[in-house]
T-cell receptor
């Protein structure tokens, strides 16, 4: 069965610093993987998705993620954090019929 | 093109009352998904519907919860005899088809049970 583990429920970085949010998945078949962002009191917005094409996926707002099959990882990165990146980030794996299985989320704080 | 619409955005119910949550998918989307987010947790899949059909309800609690997506009108998630543990944010997502692997999320309905 597919599942997702996000390491670190809270991550804090300085403005301009590298953002690294970790996601590991378990899947018996090549997965479809997603990163979503949720701002306070809002719905989820898709940042990027991996669908078996290029292993390095570029998304919106300068984020990217690399699919590493050997490590079963799909970590999210951004070279330089901005204050507006403060939000909660969810990694998800698709489990048939587009059903998404979400990780518990990582809350990103960006301080000046 | 309007996004996924959910209403109400906030809903307060007393224990034992019924809660009805509505979701209008994006134009042209015939697939709807409902997720529940408990405080400090990720989203949990509840049910997947197409027009007039429930495709997968494996995440729905066995009692008190039901969902429909009629031929006309929005999808409805109905919770009967609400309890405090039902307090959560309920999100709806839609997609144009099963093979299109991106879901577009609504802003959610935040249900508070007193």
């Amino acid at each position: 069965a597919q599942s997702v583990t996000q390491l670190g429920s809270h991550v804090s970085v300085s403005e301009g610093a590298l953002v690294l949010l970790r996601c590991n998945y378990s899947s018996s078949v090549p997965p479809y993987l997603f990163w979503y962002v949720q701002y306070p009191n809002q719905g989820l917005q898709l940042l990027l998705k991996y669908t078996s094409a290029a292993t390095l996926v570029k998304g919106i707002n300068g984020f990217e993620a690399e699919f590493k099959k050997s490590e079963t990882s799909f970590h999210l990165t951004k070279p330089s954090a901005h204050m507006s990146d403060a939000a909660e980030y969810f990694c998800a794996v698709e489990r048939g019929y587009n059903k998404l299985i979400f990780g518990a989320g990582t809350r990103l704080a960006v301080h000046p | 093109n309007a996004g996924v619409m959910q209403n109400p955005r906030h809903l307060v119910r007393r224990r034992g009352q019924e809660a009805r949550l509505r979701c209008s998918p994006m134009k042209g989307h015939s697939h709807v998904y409902w997720y529940r987010q408990l405080p400090e947790e990720g989203l949990k899949f509840m049910v997947y519907l197409q027009k007039e059909n429930i495709i997968d309800e494996s995440g729905m609690p066995k009692e008190r919860f039901s969902a429909e997506f009629p031929k006309e009108g929005p999808s409805i998630l109905r919770i009967q005899q609400v309890v405090r543990g039902d307090s959560a944010a309920y999100f709806c997502a839609s997609s144009p088809g099963q093979l299109y692997n991106e879901q577009f999320f609504g802003p959610g309905t935040r249900l508070t049970v007193l």
